[in-house]
Every structure is written in C-alpha cells, then in structure tokens.
C-alpha cells in the first residue's frame, strides 16, 4: 500500500514537472475517447432506427380471388413451419378494404367499383436478415403457383421491398465496419502518443534511474510510477470524455427524439452507463498498455 502512494505521488509529480507533454497525452485521450464514445452513442441510435426498420420488414402475398380454401391452408401450414417466420396472417377482402381507406383519403374510395383488392397472407419475420431466403422457400412450393393473383408472373405477387432491405442491410454492414476501423485507428493514436509521453518521462529520468538500480529497486518498483502515470492521464481524459459526452446525448438526443418523433430515440431508456464504463476500460488499457509499450522499448532495467 506504501508502494501504491509512493506511485502516486511519482506519477503527479512527474506530470507536474512534464506539463506539456502530460498535457498533450490527456488532450489525445480525451479527444479520441470523446470521438470514439459520440460514434459509440450514434451507433447506438442508429441501431436502433436500423432494429426498428428491420421489425417491420415483412412479406406480403397477395391470393387470387377464386384460390382454394384448402390450398390457403395448406400455404398457411408450409409457411408456419419456415423456422425463420414468427407469424402469418390472413387479410381478406373486406379487411384489405378497410385498412385502404386508413391509408387514404375518403374520395378516393368512393371512387373505386366494388372491391378490387386481393386478399392477402401477411408473414412476419423472426430473422429479417432471411427474408429473401423466406421469399424464394415460398416461391418454390408448388401451391402458392396455384393461389396467387398473378399465376403468370408469380414472382410479382409476393412483395417484400427487395431493394430497401438490401440497401438497408448494406448500411447496416458499412456502418459496423466504420465503427471498429475508426474505434481501432482512434485507440492506435492514443496509445502512440501516451507511449511518447512516458518514453520522454523515462529519458529525463534516466539518471535517478539508474541510481534506484544501483541501491537494489526492483523493476516494478522502478516501473510503478510511469503505469500510474499512464492510468491517471487516461483516466483524466476518459473523465473529461464522459462528461463531453452525457452533456452532448442528454441535450442533443431529446431535441432529436422530439424533431423526429417517428425514430425510437428514447434517451432515457439508453444504457449509457455501459458507453461510460467501456470509455474508462479503454482509456485505462491505452495508458497501461502505453506505458509498458515505452518501458519495454526504453527502460533498461
């Protein structure tokens, strides 16, 4: 316990006495800790828009007027047993009608000779990654050739937005990619500048040292002070990072909830303590591993 006070003391000291430098390594941390939690939170929150998108991707089959009960029932059945499917529903006429006029104005209804929407099955997804795999399965089973309002393209009976689930799945997939390359790129930054910080800590202590080997300190003992410098410049600029960013989220999401009130932003059902503890594990493991990283290349002991 003695050792860990006498580490302390060291580190502020030392930081004290190389007050550019310590000043410029808290500086890096805090700005790439700031910039990897923003993009951290943003994440969060487009994952979330992405999760939300992703739950209302469905299929729609839209079935001939004259198609068999039986064979409604049977495509019913064989979609049921797709393990990717969560539910299906029947939509008939009157109901397809009904949730038209929702949709659209009154005029335009009136306007329409009898009925002319099909009725329809509505299959929701339990994968929605799958569903262009769900859309061929049905496709190949016999029966839906036989049930759907066009028998001659049945390909164009069955809707499931091709186009904005690609599209909304390749989104998905860059941003995952961005978020770890500039995370990693970030983090290498960081941990070149803490180890340039305790090399030139280490070269103005060259001489002192050298004495401590003399008199018989162990290497921890000599090593101590330059770790905990490492960990209190991280932790001074995680700090700082995390205050940056609970000012930023719990002023700038509500505002964003509130002027699009259509996306599932709900700061306050965000876990941001999670983003907070991750943000002090990765600063410490930058001045940590930093400063081992310039012992090992610098410290001669």
């Known amino acids: 316990m003695r050792s860990f006070f006498y580490f302390i003391k060291e580190a502020v000291l030392n930081s004290k006495k190389n ?54 029932t049977a495509l019913i059945n064989f979609i049921h047993s797709l393990p990717e499917v969560s539910n299906v529903t029947y939509i008939d006429k009157d109901q397809a009608l009904e949730n038209f006029k929702e949709m659209t104005s009154s005029g335009i209804v009136e306007q329409l000779e009898g009925n002319p929407l099909p009725a329809s099955l509505e299959i ?35 809707k499931y937005g091709q186009q904005i689930v690609k599209q909304l799945f390749a989104v998905t997939d860059i941003i995952r990619v961005v978020s770890v390359v500039l995370v990693i790129m970030l983090i290498f930054v960081a941990l070149v500048f803490i180890n340039n910080t305790i090399r030139l800590a280490i ?65 306050q059902s965000m876990q941001l303590w999670q983003v907070y503890t991750m943000l002090v594990a990765v600063g410490l493991i930058i001045g940590l591993f930093g400063s081992a990283w310039a012992m090992r290349r610098y410290l001669k002991v």
């Open 19 to 72: 007050f550019g430098t310590t000043f410029g390594a808290v500086v890096t941390i805090f700005l790439s800790l700031l910039v990897i939690g923003v993009f951290i939170v943003t994440s969060l929150v487009i994952e979330r828009v992405v999760k939300s998108i992703e739950s209302q991707v469905s299929i729609s089959i839209f079935l001939a007027d004259e198609a068999a009960d039986a064979d409604v």
């Open 124 to 158: 929701d997804l339990a994968d929605p990654d799958q569903v262009e795999a769900v859309a061929s399965a049905i496709q190949s089973e016999p029966v839906y050739v036989r049930i759907v309002d066009n028998p001659v393209n049945p390909a164009d009976s069955i």
């Open 203 to 267: 070269l103005a202590r060259r001489k002192e040292i050298a004495i401590m080997r003399l008199v018989g300190a162990s290497n921890g003992f000599i090593r101590g002070p330059f770790l905990m410098e490492g960990a209190l410049q991280s932790l001074v600029g995680a700090g700082l990072s995390i205050l940056c960013v609970h000012l930023l989220a719990s002023q700038f999401l509500p505002e964003l909830g509130n002027l699009l009130s259509w996306l599932p932003i709900d700061y």
